[in-house]
C-alpha cells in the first residue's frame, strides 16, 4: 500500500499572529497536515496539533517517517491549488503572506501600539447616557449630525452646506468634534450653528466618532466626514418625517468613492454610519471605522448618498500620503485582533487601492484562509470578490478560473455577479481570449444586469462591489464596446453593426482605444458605417 503524503508547519511562540496555522484553501488527496507547536493552545480544524515543548532538540523528522513525501510550509504560507505539478512544486499554489513587518513603505514599531480593548477583550467605549426628559425616546432631539473635522476648508463648506435642510426641517443639531483644525474651518461650523467638542486626534477614528454619540442630543446619529457632501437628503428626510424610522434601529446610506479627479469612474457601497443611539452603540476600528450593530439586526437602506474624493488614484502624493496613515494604524487593528477578518479585509483593500496587488491578493486569500477556522460568511464572500477584483487589477488570467469557482461556490448578489462577469468580458479583450468567451460573458454581464434592475435593494444592501457596474450607464456603454470588438475579431459583421449603433463615443471609458481600432481595422462594412456615423473620430484617430 503506497504510503500517504504529508504538508507540515512549525509554529514557535510568538511566531505567528493567529492562534492556528493557516488552513488550506485547496486540500490535497492522500495528504495529511501537521502542526508542530511549542504553544500548547494551539487548535485546529484542519491540521493535526503535535504539541513539542522542546522544539529547538527534537528532530522532527521522526514524526514524519512513515510519509511518502513531505513538504514543509512556512507558518505564513497558504496552499491554494495543486501543490505538484507534473511532479514538481507548482510555486503559483503557494501563497506567501507578508509579515507585520515585512509591509512595503511600512514601518510597524510595537513600543507605539496603544490598545483599544481592556483586560476582558471588550472595545473601549464610554457607555452612553440615558435621556428621559425629551420627546424622542428620552432625548430632546430627533437628530445628531456628527462631523468629525481636521484642516479641511475646501470641502466642509460643501458637506456643511449640503445637510442643511436636515438641519432646517428636523429636530436636529450639528456637533462637530474638532481633532486639531486651525485653517478656519470651524468659523464655517459656527456659521452653521454648529455645537463643538475638541478631541485631539489620537490616530483613532472610533473614538472620534464614539465622543460624537456620547455627546449627542439625538435620539438618532448620522456620522459625515468632513470632506463628503451628499448629492441630496430628500430620503432621508423621508425616512424621518414618514415615520418609517420608527420601525428600524440603523440605516445605511450610500457613499460613492471617486477613482480619478474627473469624477467618470466610481465604486458605491453601502455606508453603516446612521443608527438609533443606546447605551452601547459605537464604533469600531482605528481607521476605516464600523457601526457595530446586532447580528440580526438589517438596517434601512437609504438611496441617499455622498461624493467621496478621499481615494482618488490620480493625486500619487496624496494617495500616498493616505497609504501610509490607513495601513500604519490598519496594522495595529490586526497585531491587536489577528482573527479580525475585517481588518484583515479594509488591509487588502488599501494594497489595492495604492496598486500593491501581490499583496492585495496575498491578504484576501489569508481572509479566505482564516475564515475556514472562524466562518462568517459575509466577510468570506466579499474577500473573495475582492480577489477577483485584485486579479482583474494586476491583469492576471487567474481571473477567469477563480471567477468560475467563486460565482459557482459563494452567494454573490446580482451586482457582483453582473461585475465579475464585466470584468472577465473587459481583462479578456484585454488578453485576447476567444472573440466566445468574451461575449459569453458580456451576455451573462447584461443578464444579471437586467435582474439588477427588477428589485435593486435587494442587491445593494448585500453589494460591497459591483453596484455601479449595474447603475452606472457607462458600464453598459462600455459592454457594448467589448461585444462590438469581439464581434468584429469573430467577423460577426451582422452583429458588430447592430452594436455599433448603440455606442455613444463620448461616453465610453475604457476601451476607447479598442474602439477606434476596430473601427478602423474591423470587417469593411464596419469601417464604412463606422466612417458615416464617426466622421470626426475617424479622422483624429487616423491622423495619430
Same mark, same amino acid.
Request: proline share 5%; aromatic share 14%.
Given at each position: 500500500?503506497?504510503?500517504?503524503?504529508?504538508?507540515?508547519?512549525?509554529?514557535?511562540?510568538?511566531?505567528?499572529?493567529?492562534?492556528?496555522?493557516?488552513?488550506?484553501?485547496?486540500?490535497?488527496?492522500?495528504?495529511?497536515?501537521?502542526?508542530?507547536?511549542?504553544?500548547?493552545?494551539?487548535?485546529?480544524?484542519?491540521?493535526?496539533?503535535?504539541?513539542?515543548?522542546?522544539?529547538?532538540?527534537?528532530?522532527?523528522?521522526?514524526?514524519?517517517?512513515?510519509?511518502?513525501?513531505?513538504?514543509?510550509?512556512?507558518?505564513?504560507? /497558504?496552499?491554494?491549488?495543486?501543490?505538484?505539478?507534473?511532479?514538481?512544486?507548482?510555486?503559483?499554489?503557494?501563497?506567501?503572506?507578508?509579515?507585520?513587518?515585512?509591509?512595503?513603505?511600512?514601518?510597524?514599531?510595537?513600543?507605539?501600539?496603544?490598545?483599544?480593548?481592556?483586560?476582558?477583550?471588550?472595545?473601549?467605549?464610554?457607555?452612553?447616557?440615558?435621556?428621559?426628559?425629551? *420627546?424622542?425616546?428620552?432625548?430632546?432631539?430627533?437628530?445628531?449630525?456628527?462631523?468629525?473635522?481636521?484642516?479641511?476648508?475646501?470641502?466642509?463648506?460643501?458637506?456643511?452646506?449640503?445637510?442643511?435642510?436636515?438641519?432646517?426641517?428636523?429636530?436636529?443639531?450639528?456637533?462637530?468634534?474638532?481633532?486639531?483644525?486651525?485653517?478656519?474651518?470651524?468659523?464655517?461650523?459656527?456659521?452653521?450653528?454648529?455645537?463643538?467638542?475638541?478631541?485631539?486626534?489620537?490616530?483613532?477614528?472610533?473614538?472620534?466618532?464614539?465622543?460624537?454619540?456620547?455627546?449627542?442630543?439625538?435620539?438618532?446619529?448620522?456620522?459625515?466626514?468632513?470632506?463628503?457632501?451628499?448629492?441630496?437628503?430628500?430620503?432621508?428626510?423621508?425616512?424621518?418625517?414618514?415615520?418609517?424610522?420608527?420601525?428600524?434601529?440603523?440605516?445605511?446610506?450610500?457613499?460613492?468613492?471617486?477613482?480619478?479627479?474627473?469624477?467618470?469612474?466610481?465604486?458605491?457601497? *453601502?455606508?453603516?454610519?446612521?443608527?438609533?443611539?443606546?447605551?452601547?452603540?459605537?464604533?469600531?476600528?482605528?481607521?476605516?471605522?464600523?457601526?457595530?450593530?446586532?447580528?440580526?439586526?438589517?438596517?434601512?437602506?437609504?438611496?441617499?448618498?455622498?461624493?467621496?474624493?478621499?481615494?482618488?488614484?490620480?493625486?500619487?502624493?496624496?494617495?500616498?500620503?493616505?497609504?501610509?496613515?490607513?495601513?500604519?494604524?490598519?496594522?495595529?487593528?490586526?497585531?491587536?485582533?489577528?482573527?479580525?477578518?475585517?481588518?484583515?479585509?479594509?488591509?487588502?483593500?488599501?494594497?489595492?487601492?495604492?496598486?500593491?496587488?501581490?499583496?492585495?491578493?496575498?491578504?484576501?486569500?489569508?481572509?479566505?484562509?482564516?475564515?475556514?477556522?472562524?466562518?462568517?460568511?459575509?466577510?468570506?464572500?466579499?474577500?473573495?470578490?475582492?480577489?477577483?477584483?485584485?486579479?482583474?487589477?494586476?491583469?492576471?488570467?487567474?481571473?477567469?478560473?477563480?471567477?468560475?469557482?467563486?460565482?459557482?461556490?459563494?452567494?454573490?448578489?446580482?451586482?457582483?455577479?453582473?461585475?465579475?462577469?464585466?470584468?472577465?468580458?473587459?481583462?479578456?479583450?484585454?488578453?485576447?481570449?476567444?472573440?466566445?468567451?468574451?461575449?459569453?460573458?458580456?451576455?451573462?454581464?447584461?443578464?444579471?444586469?437586467?435582474?439588477?434592475?427588477?428589485?435593486?435593494?435587494?442587491?445593494?444592501?448585500?453589494?460591497?462591489?459591483?453596484?455601479?457596474?449595474?447603475?452606472?450607464?457607462?458600464?453598459?456603454?462600455?459592454?457594448?464596446?467589448?461585444?462590438?470588438?469581439?464581434?468584429?475579431?469573430?467577423?460577426?459583421?451582422?452583429?458588430?453593426?447592430?452594436?455599433?449603433?448603440?455606442?455613444?463615443?463620448?461616453? /465610453?471609458?475604457?476601451?476607447?482605444?479598442?474602439?477606434?481600432?476596430?473601427?478602423?481595422?474591423?470587417?469593411?462594412?464596419?469601417?464604412?458605417?463606422?466612417?458615416?456615423?464617426?466622421?470626426?473620430?475617424?479622422?483624429?484617430?487616423?491622423?495619430?
Amino acid at each position: 500500500m503506497e504510503r500517504k503524503n504529508v504538508i507540515y508547519t512549525i509554529l514557535n511562540k510568538n511566531d505567528n499572529l493567529t492562534p492556528f496555522p493557516y488552513p488550506p484553501l485547496y486540500q490535497e488527496n492522500d495528504m495529511d497536515y501537521i502542526c508542530f507547536t511549542n504553544q500548547n493552545k494551539i487548535n485546529s480544524k484542519f491540521w493535526k496539533i503535535k504539541y513539542i515543548q522542546d522544539m529547538e532538540n527534537t528532530n522532527l523528522e521522526s514524526y514524519l517517517t512513515q510519509y511518502n513525501k513531505k513538504f514543509f510550509f512556512a507558518s505564513n504560507q /497558504i496552499l491554494v491549488g495543486n501543490l505538484l505539478s507534473k511532479n514538481n512544486i507548482d510555486e503559483n499554489s503557494i501563497i506567501t503572506v507578508p509579515k507585520i513587518n515585512e509591509i512595503p513603505e511600512i514601518t510597524f514599531n510595537k513600543k507605539n501600539f496603544i490598545p483599544t480593548k481592556d483586560e476582558n477583550g471588550q472595545y473601549l467605549y464610554k457607555e452612553n447616557p440615558l435621556y428621559t426628559d425629551g *420627546p424622542y425616546h428620552g432625548r430632546k432631539l430627533l437628530l445628531t449630525i456628527g462631523v468629525p473635522v481636521s484642516n479641511q476648508i475646501d470641502t466642509i463648506e460643501r458637506c456643511l452646506f449640503h445637510i442643511k435642510p436636515l438641519l432646517q426641517e428636523l429636530a436636529s443639531e450639528l456637533l462637530v468634534i474638532n481633532t486639531g483644525s486651525n485653517d478656519g474651518t470651524l468659523d464655517i461650523c459656527k456659521a452653521y450653528g454648529a455645537r463643538i467638542i475638541d478631541f485631539p486626534w489620537c490616530n483613532n477614528m472610533s473614538f472620534v466618532r464614539n465622543t460624537g454619540i456620547f455627546h449627542a442630543y439625538g435620539d438618532w446619529y448620522l456620522s459625515i466626514d468632513d470632506d463628503e457632501w451628499f448629492e441630496n437628503v430628500e430620503d432621508i428626510l423621508s425616512f424621518f418625517q414618514s415615520g418609517t424610522y420608527l420601525n428600524y434601529q440603523a440605516a445605511t446610506y450610500m457613499q460613492r468613492n471617486y477613482h480619478t479627479s474627473s469624477g467618470e469612474t466610481y465604486s458605491d457601497s *453601502p455606508a453603516l454610519r446612521m443608527a438609533q443611539i443606546t447605551p452601547n452603540l459605537h464604533f469600531e476600528g482605528r481607521i476605516h471605522d464600523q457601526l457595530i450593530l446586532p447580528e440580526e439586526l438589517t438596517p434601512y437602506q437609504l438611496t441617499s448618498y455622498v461624493h467621496h474624493y478621499g481615494f482618488i488614484k490620480d493625486k500619487l502624493e496624496k494617495n500616498h500620503e493616505k497609504y501610509i496613515r490607513n495601513t500604519s494604524n490598519l496594522l495595529y487593528d490586526i497585531y491587536e485582533y489577528p482573527e479580525s477578518l475585517r481588518y484583515n479585509y479594509q488591509l487588502a483593500k488599501e494594497f489595492n487601492s495604492y496598486r500593491l496587488y501581490k499583496e492585495a491578493c496575498a491578504f484576501l486569500f489569508r481572509g479566505l484562509s482564516i475564515e475556514k477556522e472562524t466562518p462568517n460568511a459575509f466577510y468570506k464572500k466579499n474577500h473573495a470578490v475582492h480577489l477577483l477584483a485584485t486579479l482583474y487589477n494586476a491583469k492576471d488570467k487567474k481571473l477567469f478560473h477563480m471567477g468560475k469557482l467563486i460565482e459557482k461556490n459563494y452567494p454573490l448578489s446580482l451586482a457582483e455577479r453582473a461585475f465579475i462577469h464585466h470584468i472577465q468580458a473587459d481583462l479578456g479583450l484585454q488578453l485576447h481570449l476567444s472573440p466566445n468567451e468574451i461575449l459569453g460573458h458580456i451576455r451573462a454581464y447584461e443578464m444579471f444586469q437586467l435582474q439588477f434592475k427588477k428589485n435593486p435593494n435587494d442587491s445593494i444592501l448585500y453589494s460591497d462591489i459591483g453596484i455601479e457596474t449595474c447603475t452606472n450607464p457607462q458600464f453598459q456603454m462600455d459592454a457594448n464596446v467589448i461585444a462590438f470588438c469581439a464581434h468584429c475579431q469573430a467577423n460577426h459583421t451582422l452583429q458588430a453593426l447592430k452594436i455599433l449603433k448603440k455606442i455613444v463615443p463620448e461616453k /465610453i471609458l475604457w476601451q476607447k482605444d479598442n474602439f477606434h481600432f476596430y473601427c478602423l481595422n474591423g470587417p469593411i462594412e464596419v469601417q464604412e458605417e463606422a466612417a458615416k456615423r464617426y466622421p470626426k473620430n475617424q479622422k483624429e484617430e487616423s491622423n495619430k
